[in-house]
């Protein structure tokens, strides 16, 4: 395993607001296929850290590589088609547009935008297919329940075809129904994809993450497997306000 | 997205086209010359609906790119007697370059701040015209002969003073027009178009290159806008300052407010009904207020609060909204 090149690695990276240390030397390494969790409690820069590795937000400080390549400077579309894909924490969907032209955007981001509408459909109504969403495809996006926008999301960022595929916070406000078939979807995505995870719900961390990532004030806590961190001191008392030595 | 979908498109508009070439057999002269330049106007409005209704940019500085075509036409053939048709094409170039630079320049703002950058670059062309007054007669203006704009050789006569001619030309340039217009709103970079409008963030991280997209939209509204001017100075001979003032950046986004944003057809509609509207309301006025001499702008004015406040989407917004969800 240890001749395996990461697919992710961020080394020494930083960004802060002022004097805010939003992240706060950072590293992280994540392996190509694994399901990887970033948990931590609110204002932990967890959002903060992917939008660093997305591109959304420049670092302060630090460097950012993606499959050997150094993509710290690069801009967030560029890194879109390196095989990065990012959902967002606020369902960001195009809510005045059809269901099938929200997910028609990725699909001929990834095809080249010069090819003809036509050619596209039936990757469209795969995707749509792969979330359950197809009967709903001549609707207007805003108009879904929201679980269904977030499933949405899901199939524009697997229309880009991403080789890393950033989930922030993906079952916040859905039912407990709906967070079991996600959890399924996220699995299946999996076998083809690396997944970084934001998460608040720990039973869908314990389902899914092959690692955890523990964030503290823009630091890293722990990390490990879920059994570890479950049983970190650490970070029970982060997450619970207990002091560590009692 | 039915089958029949792009055919009914495609035969709306040709019935539109086929309807305007049909009026000019049908109305009384007059109306085919405000019909000529009506259309011409539409090319205009056509292009400032690419930027605005599509992209979801408000440019505040049109009348540049519009004023950049009627020079860039008018003046090469006035002092340098340049071919009528080059000339067409030199106008064209010059507001294509026009919106590249001040789109480069004004795209690095969002919002308010473009609508002013915009603004801002369209006074300095508006007063460079009148600072040149020696190549442009600033508002007096320069008028072209018949001799300057007749194109004329062994095959070939064309001759845009004569009204028929003149309308067939307005109205192969808006059919032109038109339909770069259709095929661009039905692409794929349409569609990203309307994306960046919609959730400018989200098309970026879906790995689009917004600015250049909306840089494309720029200059595709830029080029359409002085194929307008072009058209206008070598079909009714005329150009000054005046095309380049506030008026004419205002107008264009009142033309397309009340046919409709992000339709095909609002620009014409809009620009048709403004046209009659002010012409109305000018002998109106004229008629209940005589000698108070008082002027159109203000009836645009009046236009462009009511229908923001009541009317945000336009005609052919409202009935797409309503009835014919299919309208491009």
Redesign the interface.
Same mark, same amino acid.
Request: proline content about 5%; hydrophobic content about 40%; charged content about 30%.
């Given at each position: 395993m240890a001749t395996v090149t990461p697919l992710l690695s961020c080394t020494d990276l930083s960004r802060h607001f002022g004097g805010l240390k939003a992240v706060d030397r950072v590293d992280l390494t994540v392996m190509p296929g694994e399901i990887r969790a970033i948990i931590g409690p609110n204002g932990a820069g967890k959002t903060t850290l992917v939008g660093l590795i997305c591109g959304r937000i420049e670092p302060s400080s630090g460097r950012i590589v993606f499959d050997g390549e150094d993509i710290t400077r690069m801009p967030a579309h560029r890194r879109v088609g390196r095989g990065i894909a990012y959902t967002f924490q606020i369902t960001s969907i195009y809510p005045r547009l059809t269901v099938f032209d929200n997910v028609a955007l990725p699909v001929q981001r990834m095809r080249g935008s010069h090819v003809a509408s036509r050619g596209i459909r039936s990757e469209v109504m795969h995707a749509l297919e792969r979330v359950g969403l197809a009967g709903e495809r001549d609707k207007l996006a805003g108009n879904l329940a929201y679980g269904h926008q977030r499933l949405l999301e899901v199939a524009m960022g697997l229309s880009l075809k991403p080789r890393l595929l950033i989930l922030d916070e993906p079952t916040q406000g859905l039912s407990d129904g709906e967070i079991e078939r996600f959890v399924a979807l996220v699995r299946e995505i999996g076998e083809q994809a690396t997944i970084l995870l934001i998460e608040h719900n720990m039973d869908v961390v314990m389902q899914l993450a092959e690692q955890i990532t523990v964030l503290n004030f823009g630091k890293v806590l722990a990390e490990g497997a879920p059994d570890a961190i479950r049983a970190n001191a650490q970070v029970q008392a982060a997450y619970l306000g207990t002091d560590y030595d009692d | 997205?039915r089958a029949d979908g792009p055919a009914r498109v495609w035969l709306l508009h040709a019935a539109v086209v086929a309807a305007l070439w049909a009026a000019q057999f049908v109305l009384p002269d007059y109306h085919d010359g405000v019909l000529a330049r009506v259309m011409v106007l539409a090319c205009f409005a056509m292009g400032y609906n690419v930027l605005f209704g599509y992209t979801g940019l408000l440019s505040l500085g049109h009348a540049m790119f519009f004023a950049a075509g009627i020079y860039g036409a008018g003046l090469p053939i006035y002092h340098y007697g340049v071919h009528v048709v080059p000339a067409f094409f030199c106008g064209i170039a010059a507001a294509a370059l026009l919106a590249l630079v001040a789109g480069a320049l004004a795209l690095r703002t969002v919002g308010v701040a473009f609508m002013i950058v915009t603004l801002m670059f369209a006074q300095v062309a508006y007063l460079a015209s009148l600072w040149q007054g020696e190549w442009t007669r600033g508002d007096e203006g320069l008028t072209l002969s018949r001799n300057e704009r007749i194109v004329e050789n062994a095959w070939f006569f064309l001759d845009p003073t004569n009204p028929a001619t003149r309308y067939a030309l307005a109205w192969l340039l808006f059919t032109l027009v038109l339909a770069a217009l259709l095929v661009i709103a %039905?692409?794929?970079?349409g569609?990203?178009l309307?994306?960046i409008r919609? +959730?400018e963030? %989200? #098309?970026?991280?879906?790995?689009? +290159? #917004?600015f250049t997209n909306k840089l494309a939209a720029m200059v595709i509204s830029g080029a359409m806008a002085g194929a307008a001017g072009a058209a206008y100075v070598l079909l009714f001979g005329y150009m000054g300052s005046t095309f380049a003032s506030i008026q004419y950046s205002i107008l264009p986004l009142l033309w397309v407010l009340l046919g409709g944003a992000a339709t095909t057809l609002g620009p014409l509609l809009g620009t048709l009904l403004m046209f009659y509207i002010a012409e109305l309301s000018n002998d109106a006025l004229n008629a209940w207020f005589p000698g108070a001499n008082l002027s159109q702008i203000g009836i645009v004015g009046v236009a462009l609060i009511l229908l923001v406040l009541f009317f945000p989407k336009g005609i052919l917004g409202t009935v797409r909204e309503r009835w014919l969800k299919w309208l491009p």
């Open positions: - | 997205m %039905r692409s794929p970079f569609r990203v309307v994306a919609e +959730n963030e %989200r #098309t970026r991280m879906l790995g689009f +290159n #917004t």
